[in-house]
C-alpha cells in the first residue's frame, strides 16, 4: 500500500499508509487525553512530576506510533558477498566465510560453512545492503539475474569450457526437409595449451549409428551439419565432437518429422524443363501430389501427373486448384495465359492457393501494366547478373550459389521471402485474401540437385511451401524453433496456429478453443501447462488425472499478424513428450513429439548460456554513490522495549499515588 506521506530526517525515513495514519491520529487523541486528565489528577504535585508523566506517555505514543509504522534507516548498498554457483571448485577460494551465499542446487557439490539459497531472488532479501557480488562457478542464467536489482556490481571469472555451445536446429521438420544443426565449438578446459589451433571433428551420426555429415574446426569456430531424414517419427541422432579417435562430447540432436498428407504442386511453364524434371523427382521421393502443365504449341500441353488419386483431373479449372496447395508459373506462361485462366488463378489465391512467379521479361511487362502493378507488391527493374548469387537462409547457407534473371526487385508493399548474401531481395512475397503471391528471380534450382547438393534443393522446395502454401484448414502445431532447450523442470512454451484471415488483414485475430495435452512418451504424464498473462479460460488438461485443474490457453498475435493460441508446461521428466492439439470433445487436431533433455545434457551449452548472462552484467567496482541506498526498518525490539518500560512506570507512579 502507499504510504500518505513520507517524512526523512537525515538517514531515518518514516512513511506511514493511510489506516496507520487515521489509528495513530486516534491514538494521540486518546494520549493527549490522558495526558491532560492526568496533568490535572495531579495539579498539586510538584511540576517535575507532571511533566515526567506527560513524557512517559508521549514515548509510549511513540514506541506505538514506531510499531503500527515502522521507520527506516537508510544506509549505503555496500556490502560485498561471494556467491557460489555451479562449476566453483571447493577449497580453490580461501576467502570464502560464513557470509557468503552458495544456490544450493545449482552446484552439485556440499558447501556446509556457506548460506544456502534456494533461489538467486533470496540474496537481496538476506541482504538488503548489498552492493556487488563475486560470482564464482559458470554464473548465473538470464531468468535469474532478472530477479536482482539492475544496479547489482558484479565480478566474473569464469571457469573455462570444454564442448559444445550455442546449439540450434529445428526441433519439427516435415517429410523432405532438411535437419540443419550449428553452434560454436570451445576448447579451453584447464591444461589444454597442446590443443591451441589443433582441429577436432565434428560429425552427425544418424539413429542407425552412421556418420550422414562431418567437418572440423578449432575453438571458437561456429559449425553447420545437415541430413535429411529419411522416416517420419521421432529421431534421435548424435552430435559428436572427436579428437584422435577419443569423444570429447556425444549430444543428443532430437527432431521430429510430421508425417502427413504431402502438399498438392502445380506446375505451368510455357516449355518443358530440367528444373521441372527435377521437382518431380523431388515430388515423387517426398510424397507430393503434383501436375505439372508444359505448353508444347499454342493450344496444346503436355501434361504430367504424380502421386495422384485415380479420380484427380489434371485440367486448369477450379477443382484443380482447389486441390492444390501452391502453383508454380513461369513468367512467360503467366504473361501470355487468357485472361480468364488467370482470372481463375487470381481467385484461388484469394481462397488461400499459394503461388510463385518465376521472374523473365514477359512478367516484367506485365507487373509494369498499371492494372497489374499492385498484386504482387513489387516490380521489376532490368540488372546485369553476371554472377551467381549466395542465398542467405536462417541458420545456414546453401553449398552452391544460384544464377539469377537479370533484374532487381522494387518492392512497394510486398515482404522478403529470400535475400541474398549482401541482404538484396532474391524472392518476395504478398498477401492476396488468404493467399499468397511470391516473385522470384532464382533461376537453375536443379544445380543444387545435379551437383549432389540435393538437401539444398529440397530444403529451398519445403520452405517455399512452408511460407507460401494453402494455409491449414484447422489448429496445428507452431513449430517450437530452433533456440533454447526444453528441459525437465523448466517452462517451456508451445503454440498452435490457429485457422482464419491474418490479423494484419482483418484488424482482429479469430479466437479459436483449443487445448494442450502433453504426456510422457513411457506413459507417466508431465504437469500440464499453466496460464499465460491474462489468459482467457480454457482448459490444459492432464489426459491422466481428472484432478488435474484446468488451465488457460492465450491467443497471442505472431509477428506476422498470424493467430496463435500460446500456453506453458513445466515437463517434470526428461525424455520424449507426446504434443497433443484438442478441439471440442477432446478430439485430437495435431501431434508431436518433443524431446526434453536432462541436466546431464548439452551441459556445456548451458555453461555458456550462463556464462555469457553473467558477463553482461559484470561491472567495475566503484565507491557507493548517494543514490545507492537502501532502507532497512529498524529493528522493533526498541519500540517494545520503550513501550513496557513507559508503560510500567505510569503503572508504578499512578500506584504510588493512590497509596499517598
Given at each position: 500500500m502507499s504510504p500518505a506521506f513520507e517524512l526523512q530526517l537525515g538517514s531515518l525515513g518514516w512513511a506511514p499508509t493511510l489506516p496507520a495514519l487515521v489509528a495513530l491520529v486516534l491514538l494521540a487523541v486518546v494520549v493527549l487525553l490522558a495526558t491532560l486528565r492526568a496533568w490535572r489528577r495531579l495539579g498539586d504535585e510538584p511540576a517535575a512530576r507532571r511533566w515526567g508523566v506527560a513524557a512517559l506517555n508521549g514515548a509510549a505514543f511513540l514506541a506505538m506510533a514506531a510499531l503500527l509504522a515502522p521507520p527506516t534507516l537508510e544506509r549505503d548498498r555496500d556490502a560485498t558477498v561471494q556467491l557460489v554457483t555451479q562449476g566453483a571448485i571447493p577449497g580453490a577460494d580461501d576467502s570464502l566465510t560464513r557470509e557468503d551465499f552458495v544456490l544450493g542446487a545449482a552446484t552439485g557439490v556440499e558447501w556446509p560453512d556457506l548460506q544456502a539459497l534456494q533461489t538467486a531472488g533470496q540474496l537481496t532479501l538476506r541482504r538488503p545492503d548489498l552492493g556487488s557480488v563475486d560470482v564464482l562457478g559458470h554464473g548465473l542464467p538470464p531468468e535469474a539475474w532478472a530477479a536482482l536489482p539492475a544496479d547489482l556490481g558484479v565480478t566474473f571469472d569464469p571457469p573455462p569450457l570444454e564442448g559444445l555451445v550455442r546449439p540450434r536446429w529445428t526441433r519439427v521438420l516435415v517429410p523432405g526437409e532438411a535437419l540443419v544443426v550449428s553452434g560454436e565449438v570451445r576448447l579451453q578446459a584447464a591444461g589444454m595449451e597442446a590443443r591451441q589451433g589443433k582441429r577436432v571433428e565434428l560429425r552427425l551420426v544418424d539413429p542407425a549409428g552412421v556418420t550422414v555429415s562431418s567437418t572440423f574446426a578449432r575453438d571458437g569456430d561456429a559449425f553447420s551439419l545437415q541430413a535429411v531424414p529419411r522416416a517420419p517419427g521421432a529421431l534421435e541422432y548424435r552430435l559428436q565432437m572427436v579428437e584422435d579417435d577419443a569423444v570429447l562430447a556425444n549430444e543428443p540432436?532430437?527432431?521430429?518429422?510430421?508425417?502427413?498428407?504431402?502438399?498438392?504442386?502445380?506446375?505451368?511453364?510455357?516449355?518443358?524443363?530440367?528444373?521441372?524434371?527435377?521437382?518431380?523427382?523431388?515430388?515423387?521421393?517426398?510424397?507430393?501430389?503434383?501436375?505439372?502443365?508444359?505448353?508444347?504449341?499454342?493450344?496444346?500441353?503436355?501434361?504430367?501427373?504424380?502421386?495422384?488419386?485415380?479420380?484427380?483431373?489434371?485440367?486448369?479449372?477450379?477443382?484443380?486448384?482447389?486441390?492444390?496447395?501452391?502453383?508454380?508459373?513461369?513468367?512467360?506462361?503467366?504473361?501470355?495465359?487468357?485472361?480468364?485462366?488467370?482470372?481463375?488463378?487470381?481467385?484461388?489465391?484469394?481462397?488461400?492457393?499459394?503461388?510463385?512467379?518465376?521472374?523473365?521479361e514477359p512478367l516484367a511487362a506485365?507487373?509494369?501494366?498499371?492494372?497489374?502493378?499492385?498484386?504482387?507488391?513489387?516490380?521489376?527493374?532490368?540488372?546485369?547478373?553476371?554472377?551467381?548469387?549466395?542465398?542467405?537462409?536462417?541458420?545456414?547457407?546453401?553449398?552452391?550459389?544460384?544464377?539469377?534473371?537479370?533484374?532487381?526487385?522494387?518492392?512497394?508493399?510486398?515482404?522478403?521471402?529470400?535475400?541474398?548474401?549482401?541482404?538484396?531481395?532474391?524472392?518476395?512475397?504478398?498477401?492476396?485474401?488468404?493467399?499468397?503471391?511470391?516473385?522470384?528471380?532464382?533461376?537453375?534450382?536443379?544445380?543444387?540437385?545435379?551437383?549432389?547438393?540435393?538437401?539444398?534443393?529440397?530444403?529451398?522446395?519445403?520452405?517455399?511451401?512452408?511460407?507460401?502454401?494453402?494455409?491449414?484448414?484447422?489448429?496445428?502445431?507452431?513449430?517450437?524453433?530452433?533456440?533454447?532447450?526444453?528441459?525437465?523442470?523448466?517452462?517451456?512454451?508451445?503454440?498452435?496456429?490457429?485457422?482464419?484471415?491474418?490479423?494484419?488483414?482483418?484488424?482482429?485475430?479469430?479466437?479459436?478453443?483449443?487445448?494442450?495435452?502433453?504426456?510422457?512418451?513411457?506413459?507417466?504424464?508431465?504437469?500440464?501447462?499453466?496460464?499465460?498473462?491474462?489468459?482467457?479460460?480454457?482448459?490444459?488438461?492432464?489426459?491422466?488425472?481428472?484432478?488435474?485443474?484446468?488451465?488457460?490457453?492465450?491467443?497471442?498475435?505472431?509477428?506476422?499478424?498470424?493467430?496463435?493460441?500460446?500456453?506453458?508446461?513445466?515437463?517434470?521428466?526428461?525424455?520424449?513428450?507426446?504434443?497433443?492439439?484438442?478441439?471440442?470433445?477432446?478430439?485430437?487436431?495435431?501431434?508431436?513429439?518433443?524431446?526434453?533433455?536432462?541436466?546431464?545434457?548439452?551441459?556445456?551449452?548451458?555453461f555458456e548460456r550462463r556464462q555469457a548472462a553473467t558477463r553482461s552484467r559484470v561491472t567495475e567496482r566503484t565507491a557507493p554513490a548517494v543514490d545507492r541506498r537502501v532502507g532497512q526498518p529498524v529493528s522493533p525490539w526498541w519500540a517494545w522495549g520503550v513501550l513496557l518500560l513507559a508503560g510500567g512506570a505510569l503503572w508504578a507512579e499512578r500506584r504510588l499515588f493512590e497509596l499517598a
Open positions: 540432436v532430437a527432431t521430429f518429422v510430421q508425417a502427413g498428407a504431402g502438399a498438392r504442386l502445380l506446375v505451368l511453364q510455357s516449355a518443358p524443363s530440367f528444373e521441372t524434371r527435377q521437382l518431380a523427382a523431388w515430388a515423387t521421393d517426398r510424397g507430393h501430389p503434383l501436375v505439372a502443365r508444359s505448353q508444347v504449341s499454342r493450344d496444346r500441353d503436355l501434361v504430367q501427373g504424380i502421386n495422384l488419386p485415380e479420380d484427380a483431373g489434371t485440367d486448369l479449372a477450379p477443382a484443380l486448384l482447389e486441390a492444390t496447395d501452391l502453383a508454380v508459373v513461369d513468367g512467360r506462361r503467366w504473361a501470355e495465359m487468357d485472361t480468364g485462366a488467370r482470372q481463375q488463378i487470381l481467385d484461388a489465391v484469394r481462397g488461400g492457393l499459394g503461388l510463385m512467379l518465376l521472374a523473365d506485365w507487373l509494369d501494366d498499371p492494372p497489374n502493378a499492385g498484386l504482387a507488391g513489387a516490380r521489376l527493374e532490368p540488372t546485369p547478373r553476371p554472377d551467381p548469387v549466395w542465398l542467405a537462409w536462417p541458420g545456414a547457407t546453401p553449398e552452391r550459389p544460384l544464377p539469377l534473371a537479370p533484374y532487381r526487385l522494387v518492392p512497394a508493399s510486398a515482404q522478403p521471402l529470400t535475400r541474398g548474401e549482401s541482404g538484396e531481395w532474391i524472392e518476395t512475397w504478398q498477401s492476396l485474401g488468404s493467399g499468397r503471391i511470391a516473385v522470384s528471380l532464382l533461376r537453375e534450382r536443379h544445380r543444387w540437385a545435379t551437383a549432389g547438393e540435393r538437401s539444398d534443393f529440397s530444403r529451398y522446395w519445403t520452405r517455399a511451401l512452408q511460407e507460401l502454401a494453402r494455409p491449414a484448414e484447422r489448429p496445428r502445431w507452431a513449430s517450437p524453433g530452433e533456440a533454447g532447450l526444453a528441459r525437465a523442470g523448466t517452462r517451456l512454451m508451445l503454440c498452435a496456429q490457429l485457422p482464419g484471415g491474418s490479423a494484419g488483414v482483418s484488424g482482429a485475430i479469430q479466437t479459436t478453443p483449443v487445448f494442450l495435452r502433453i504426456t510422457r512418451r513411457a506413459g507417466s504424464t508431465a504437469t500440464a501447462a499453466g496460464p499465460a498473462p491474462d489468459a482467457q479460460p480454457g482448459p490444459i488438461a492432464d489426459p491422466d488425472s481428472e484432478s488435474e485443474p484446468a488451465r488457460a490457453v492465450t491467443l497471442l498475435p505472431h509477428d506476422w499478424g498470424v493467430p496463435l493460441a500460446c500456453g506453458h508446461a513445466w515437463p517434470s521428466a526428461p525424455g520424449w513428450h507426446r504434443l497433443e492439439l484438442l478441439g471440442a470433445e477432446d478430439a485430437v487436431l495435431d501431434g508431436i513429439d518433443l524431446r526434453v533433455f536432462a541436466s546431464g545434457e548439452w551441459q556445456t551449452a548451458e
